[in-house]
């Protein structure tokens, strides 16, 4: 599966969460967020008609408009993107994996007590 940029993420996860769009629906949402980027309706149009020609939506026309489904479940998209940086970045080690995430200084004390008691439980 294809990596995919920021701003396609951003555009993926609204339709993972609010289901099928237009890409109406997808810059209003985006705009909504007064710490977002100004970005043209057209940027919007671009963006989903390439995860459409990629395989990440798909696209039927309603009206003038287009709704735009996923095709890529979200779970499925975080899973090949994480066995991506296992393998591309990490060389295949978990282990080195899991020390980099563990070494995040970002990390609030929930979030290290809660990826403690995972591996725990998985190990």
Do not use: C
Not at 15 to 44: C, F, N, Q
């Amino acid at each position: 599966m294809e990596l995919i940029g920021p701003l396609q993420v951003k555009v993926m996860h609204h339709i993972w969460r609010r289901g099928p769009s237009t890409v109406h629906d997808v810059h209003d949402e985006l705009m909504a967020d007064p710490a977002e980027k100004r970005l043209a309706y057209t940027t919007i149009l671009t963006v989903m008609r390439n995860l459409a020609r990629r395989g990440f939506l798909a696209q039927a026309p309603e009206g003038r408009a287009h709704r735009f489904t996923a095709v890529i479940d979200e779970n499925r998209y975080k899973r090949e993107l994480l066995r991506h940086v296992r393998e591309e970045v990490f060389r295949g080690d978990l282990k080195a994996m899991i020390d980099a995430v563990a070494a995040d200084e970002s990390l609030d004390q929930g979030s290290w007590d809660k990826l403690k008691g995972i591996l725990v439980a998985g190990g």
